[in-house]
């Protein structure tokens, strides 16, 4: 890959972590999300009512962050150059898709259903687009694509510990699909888990800014990974 792709690539990840943390700080900031979900439905679309334009630019925010994950998988399967980043590049590109119909149902729908006070509406989109799409199918697609880097990239990922973050931040973001059924400290160990994940994801990308990463060496990637204790 050349020093342009490459920079283009750790640029990009940055980009997302980026957007998608000043997304979320806001939203928590005007509209208290996520807990705002807890709430009843009409409180819901009040509190969105009351600053609507501010919180779709949010969530269209974010759902661009999520979006810039398409790209980079795209772009860091080639690479890993070889099956493994094959398989990275199918797994990430939906991880990307299934988040963002699961976000744009904020800018896109819920403004109408708020308008005209459509609980019903309003939670059929939140449980098909937001619980089921873009959560839960959204944490154990981003979940197995880091987990795929990580192995397509192997010993070649700036050291152990690297690999490691990775692999602990793809296991706590995969413990939110436990928080529909209100399993204790899901909620907070899927925070804690993009937090990491944000973490390793900048980290990999000043790694890969600053030195190419060596060719696919088969002999050292067949070597265990460290597996968070």
């Known amino acids: 890959m050349s020093t342009t ?5 750790a640029a990009l990840m940055v980009l997302a972590a980026a957007l998608a943390n000043a997304a979320f700080i806001g939203l928590g900031s005007i509209f208290e999300y996520p807990d705002i979900l807890q709430q009843p439905t009409e409180e819901i679309l009040a509190k969105f009512l009351a600053d609507e334009g501010a919180i779709v630019a949010l969530f269209a925010t974010l759902a661009v962050a999520a979006a810039l994950l398409a790209p980079v998988a795209f772009l860091l399967g080639r690479l890993a150059a070889n099956e493994m980043g094959r398989w990275s590049i199918v797994v990430g590109i939906a991880a990307a898709l299934v988040q963002v119909i699961g976000l744009l149902r904020w800018p896109l729908l819920v403004p109408s259903f708020a308008a005209e006070k459509d609980t019903d509406a309003f939670e059929t989109a939140h449980t098909l687009l937001g619980t089921v799409v873009g959560e839960t199918f959204g944490y154990l697609l981003t979940a197995a694509w880091t ?11 700036a050291g152990p510990w690297l690999s490691v973050l990775g692999i602990g931040s793809a296991a706590l973001i995969a413990v939110g699909v436990f928080v529909p059924l209100d399993l204790p400290g899901a909620d907070l160990s899927n925070f804690v888990g993009y937090i990491a994940w944000s973490i390793w994801l900048i980290a990999f990308a000043v790694f890969i800014w600053r030195r190419p990463i060596p060719a696919d060496d088969p002999e050292t990637d067949r070597r265990p990974l460290p597996v968070p204790a």
Not at 5 to 9: A, H, V
Not at 148 to 157: E, F, H, N, S
């Open 5 to 9: 792709s490459r920079r283009l690539t």
């Open 147 to 157: 987990v795929l880097i990580v192995l397509a990239l192997g010993r070649r990922l």
